[in-house]
């Protein structure tokens, strides 16, 4: 049985798991799966469930392009209604302002190698405001350090105000635990990570425990979506496709893969809490993430967060993520396609905004654009002619994308 599955899995079939449809493996193309992100798309309601697929499968949402338009869908935002950019008053009176404003100018590293000093920093004054801006709009919620690295993720892919949107939801929802005056919901959530290990490999797991390693070396990884972690900016991407599109205890069934992947190395190291932390708090650069992708899905999938809580004694309820992802999976379920929201917007005689997805698109791309000036010796253009079916009613569609590969040096900071 076990045989079949792996071959269904290579064939490229779907599989029904907790966490919704996921695509095991994508071998029909990028041409075909361009083609059924965009029908997605266009459905009426938007075919959720299928965008979720796209992004949990093999090369995830394939262009930021694609990412600017699936990934407010993800999390049901109206591109439409988007909030305004945030005034100067902002930074008045704001008890995290100082503390924000020292992250981020730390955060130099996570912007595209070679760009000019004052256009990073416009972009480092758009972090801060994006930030405070929602901490502001959600006075239950506590700033914690690695925020930012979220933060700055969005910026570069959606631009500022789509990123605030978004930002504003993840933090109601998916980091909702970090964000309590203390680290005990966050503590729960990596309490997660040991009874998985002891479910997969008891030899792994009784090493670690042997070692009291205990499970601080996955706190960035988790708390930041491992953007802080990791050096190549197209990885970043294609996790957060990832993340936005399931559970919102997935990054710890990362933390497992990652570990499981790194067996060898973590057993054949010293027996001691000091050495095995500094080898896992290390990411390596070559990770196959489409492989550990597979694999944490593979985990939730017979493993999943409820089945843990029974066997660590631990309760789903102490975790406010976990408690309102029925309700979120539910609400965003609903949604116009654009089409619809900008003919509904325009009936509304809003013209200040009407146009707030092309600008957001326009806003991010723009720092692609600028990024590719600043390093077209190595950058390789790639250019596609990807075709639509014929339900799509289009002929031929010309997509351009710009291989990037923005490689920030890893911040230690934890």
């Not at 900008?342 to 009407?354: E, F, I, N, P, V």
Request: charge should be positive; proline fraction near 4%; charged fraction near 20%.
């Amino acid at each position: 049985m076990r045989r079949a599955r792996r071959h269904n899995v290579e064939a490229g079939a779907s599989s029904i798991g907790k966490n919704g449809p996921v695509i095991k493996d994508l071998n029909c193309g990028k041409k075909q799966k361009f083609a059924v992100i965009t029908q997605a798309l266009y459905s009426d309601p938007v075919d959720i469930e299928t965008l979720r697929r796209a992004a949990s499968s093999h090369g995830g949402l394939l262009t930021d392009e694609l990412r600017r338009k699936v990934w407010p869908k993800l999390l049901n935002i109206n591109a439409f209604d988007l909030p305004h950019r945030p005034g100067k008053d902002v930074r008045t009176n704001h008890k995290d302002c100082n503390q924000v404003i020292l992250d981020v100018k730390r955060s130099m590293k996570r912007f595209p190698k070679g760009m000019p000093v004052s256009e990073r920093g416009v972009l480092q004054q758009q972090l801060i405001n994006i930030i405070l801006e929602v901490l502001k709009g959600n006075p239950q919620l506590h700033y914690y350090q690695g925020y930012h690295d979220v933060a700055v993720t969005l910026l570069l892919v959606v631009g500022e105000r789509m990123a605030i949107a978004m930002l504003h939801t993840l933090s109601n929802y998916h980091l909702r635990d970090f964000m309590d005056p203390t680290m005990d919901r966050t503590k729960h959530i990596l309490n997660y990570l040991m009874p998985l290990l002891e479910q997969v490999d008891a030899d792994l797991h009784d090493f670690m425990v042997r070692s009291e390693v205990g499970t601080i070396f996955a706190l960035s990884w988790l708390i930041t979506w491992y953007g802080h972690v990791l050096s190549v900016f197209n990885h970043t991407r294609r996790l957060y496709d990832f993340f936005l599109s399931s559970h919102p205890i997935m990054p710890i069934y990362l933390a497992a893969s990652i570990v499981l992947h790194r067996k060898w190395e973590v057993m054949e190291t010293e027996c001691d809490m000091a050495m095995v932390h500094h080898l896992l708090s290390r990411m390596p650069e070559d990770l196959p993430y489409e492989n550990l992708i597979r694999q944490s899905q593979d985990l939730f999938d017979r493993f999943p967060p409820s089945v843990l809580s029974k066997r660590a004694a631990l309760q789903s309820c102490k975790s406010m993520s976990i408690s309102t992802f029925k309700e979120f999976q539910l609400s965003i379920l609903h949604q116009r396609p654009d089409s619809v929201l900008r003919r509904l917007h325009k009936s509304k005689g809003t013209a200040s905004s009407k146009s707030a997805l092309e600008c957001s698109s326009q806003e991010a791309g723009l720092i692609q654009e600028k990024s590719q000036q600043w390093r077209s010796s190595n950058t390789l253009v790639k250019m596609a002619m990807w075709g639509l079916s014929a339900t799509l009613g289009a002929t031929v569609l010309a997509v351009a994308q710009t291989a990037m590969d923005w490689g920030p040096d890893l911040l230690q900071l934890f």
